[in-house]
Structure formats: structure tokens, C-alpha cells
């Protein structure tokens, strides 16, 4: 595989989108969460002179499709970076009644105004929630907003990061407690499909194997899915009731470009 300043020219990268993005409960050395994003600049900066690679990172946890779209996106237009990631919709297809074609129609409205400002999009699939607790009852829907961001992709030149088909985040330990948000290991997987979805050439694989880890009995199966249910599952219900979002009063980690 072609090394990637052979193939594509980036020396400013901005990532958009929510708390997939933002990087929960991936802890980076500042006190400030990592995540794919993070790792995925530091991968493109790698090799370079200090701060010929620039970076901004806007996502903020909690966001819906179209607060990302007025919030964040026009600062593209602004920034103008070589590469944009668009990792958006996920919060809205989560929410009942909610219609992936809608969604994917507003999703391909702000891929356009992204393409008209930034070099090159990378945008994500969803997940496979198969083995998800509470989500796996959503899979159809979000197979369906899938098919709708691949064809979007198509339509206007876009890189894709098939996290669907991302075998290695099956594992339990790719996802942290909250079993909703990456572990730290989860968000190293992420980043290096990503860069592989660039073009990339990673010393690492993202669907290398896990080690051989112990089996949980039925029972202890059982008692793990009752904690999670009171430490994550309750509250995470009760945000949605009372119309919270985690990302209240939350700002961009990292909101102007900025050398690595």
C-alpha cells in the first residue's frame, strides 16, 4: 500500500460529529478524552516536521444530526482543511420513531456544504449492534442509514470507514463500561481503519486478534447485565426523559486548528 503523501496531500485534518468523535472514555494525557479522532491525527502527523500538521477537533458528546450541522459544520467553511471526518446521526437514529431516510437526506445536505470547503470527507457507518444490549433491536435501522451514507459517499466523492463490517469491535473489550462508547483499545481499532480508509499504511491491523480471554458462565453474564443496567442504563433512559443531553454545557475540545 502506497504511503499516504503519495496519494493524498493533508496537512490539516477537523473532525465533526458527537461523543464517538470527542473520544469518550478513551482518558488522553491532558485529562481530556483521546479517541479515534485523536489517534487518527497522530497517524497523518507522523513522519512530519513539528507542526506541519495541523488539527481541531469539534465534536462534543450528545450532539443530534442537526446541531452538528449548525454548529459545526460551518466552521469548515472557515477552517478549510485538507481532510474533514463527518461521523454524525447515530444520536438520531437512537431516538424513537425516528426515520433513517429522513436522516440520511439531512446527513447528505451537510456532506455537500462539507465537499464545497475540505479537500477530502471521510464519513462513518454505524455499527453492528447485534450483540448490543438495548440496541440490537435498532440494527435494521441503522443497516438501512448505512446503505443510505454509502450511496451519499458515492454521490460526492467521499471516503468510507465501514465500521459495520469491523469485525474486532465485536469483541466485549473494545467497548468500555458504558458499553455504549469505545475503550481505549476500541478507539485505537477505529482509527487505524480509518487511516487504512485513506490509504494508509499502518504498522498495525485493526481486526488483529484479541488475546485469549476467560468465558463468563450464564450467571456471571447475567449479574454483569444488571450492574451495567443500574450504573449506565437507568440514567442514560432518564437523560432522554427529561430531555438532557450529556453534552450540555460541554465545548469543542479542540476548536481551531492547531499544530500537533
Known sequence: MPNLQETLDLSSYVALGDSFTEGLNDPGADGRFAGWADRLAGLLADGRPP???????????GRLLDQI???????????RPDLVTFCAGGNDILRPGADPDEVAERFEAAVVQLAESAGTVLICTGFDT?????????????????????AVADRHGCKVADLWSLRAVQDRR???????????????????????????????????????SPVLTPADQRRENIQWAREYLIPWVGRRLRGESSGDHVDPKRPDLMPL
Do not use: C
Not at 51 to 61: E, I, K, P, S, T
Open 51 to 61: 507542526g506541519a500538521f495541523r488539527y481541531a477537533n469539534l465534536a462534543v458528546r
Open 69 to 79: 450541522a449548525a454548529e459545526q459544520v460551518p466552521e469548515v467553511r472557515r477552517l
Open 130 to 150: 447485534r450483540d448490543v444490549p438495548l440496541l440490537k433491536h435498532l440494527r435494521g435501522k441503522i443497516a438501512t442509514y448505512n446503505g443510505h451514507m454509502r
Open 174 to 212: 473494545a467497548w468500555s463500561e458504558d458499553r455504549l462508547h469505545l475503550s481505549p483499545e476500541g478507539h485505537q481499532r477505529v482509527a487505524l481503519l480509518a487511516a487504512r480508509s485513506l490509504g494508509l499504511a499502518t504498522g498495525q491491523d485493526p481486526e488483529a486478534p484479541w488475546p485469549d
